[in-house]
């Protein structure tokens, strides 16, 4: 996907998402949930979503909603470049507004219906200032809307001032599957089988698979390819100048040419056209969002 600006919002987006997709990009975001009912994969979590929870992720992270398919699916999302924040702040306070994301990473906060409202009147008005920048010439209009961003960063922090708790999951179902996805995360750059998987977690392999994909609408081992793919992007863009075949070995991947397949297939460049992306931008270059 290829950004326009170094911050942009898709305001109560409310089209159907088509089937899990995971996906990863260097940009931080803002994922507010709005209506619907939604189980969401963000790293090694596996969340359930209720309207008026804000999600914070760090760059980099792997995510995949899952949104029920006989409900509306309503959310506002922001895309925020944290390079363009230390550009347009002073270093101190743009580190001091950037730390929710830094340090709490990928996390959940469940608003209060005062803090929903306080949100919500925020979100429309910047969904006003942007809809003026697609006008020709109108960059005062994108200014005015950074400028709301800056605010929302503010509450933010005042939100997250106090400490975050994560909320335990509603059904034991959800509970196996965080196991799943647990075990997958400590596990992935090893051989792995669904026996292995399945013994490991004392449950059987039908009722694992069928669990895993009802629950987070993906197999187990789309998820697990997923995340060695994922680490494979990091790796390229840390270290560029390691070849193909030491990062495809690094991730967990025995055969070069499933790598390369899945890696093309997963980000839409090849490997090796990635690697020499990542080589050319250096690894905190901005490079408009492509292959992210």
Known sequence: MQWQQP??????????????????????????????????????????????DLILMHGMTLHCPNPA????????????????????LQADTAAMLLKPFDELRNIRISLSPQDQAELETL??????????????GVRTAYNRFVMRVIELLHLIRDWCSEPVY???HRSQKEQHVQRV??????????????????SALHLTKPYLSNLFKDVTGTTVFKYLYNRR????????????????SEVCRAVGFHHLAHFSRLFKTTVGASPETYRKQMLQLGPTGYNGGVYD
């Open 166 to 168: 994560e909320q335990g």
């Open 7 to 52: 911050i942009e919002l898709m305001y109560r987006n409310d089209e159907p998402y088509p089937g899990a997709q995971f996906h990863s990009h260097a940009f931080y975001e803002m994922y507010y949930f709005q209506e619907g009912e939604c189980n969401y994969l963000i790293g090694d979590k596996l969340i359930t979503l209720q309207p008026g």
């Open 229 to 244: 793919i994922n680490q494979a992007k990091m790796m390229f863009r840390l270290e560029p100048r390691q070849s193909v």
């Open 123 to 136: 979100l429309a008005e910047m969904n006003r200032l942007y809809s003026k920048t697609n006008e020709a």
């Open 69 to 88: 398919p006989h409900r509306p699916y309503i959310r506002t999302i922001i895309h925020m470049d944290p390079a363009y924040i230390h550009k347009v």
């Open 181 to 198: 996805i647990s075990y997958l995360e400590d596990h992935y750059l090893e051989e792995i089988t669904l026996d292995h998987i399945a």
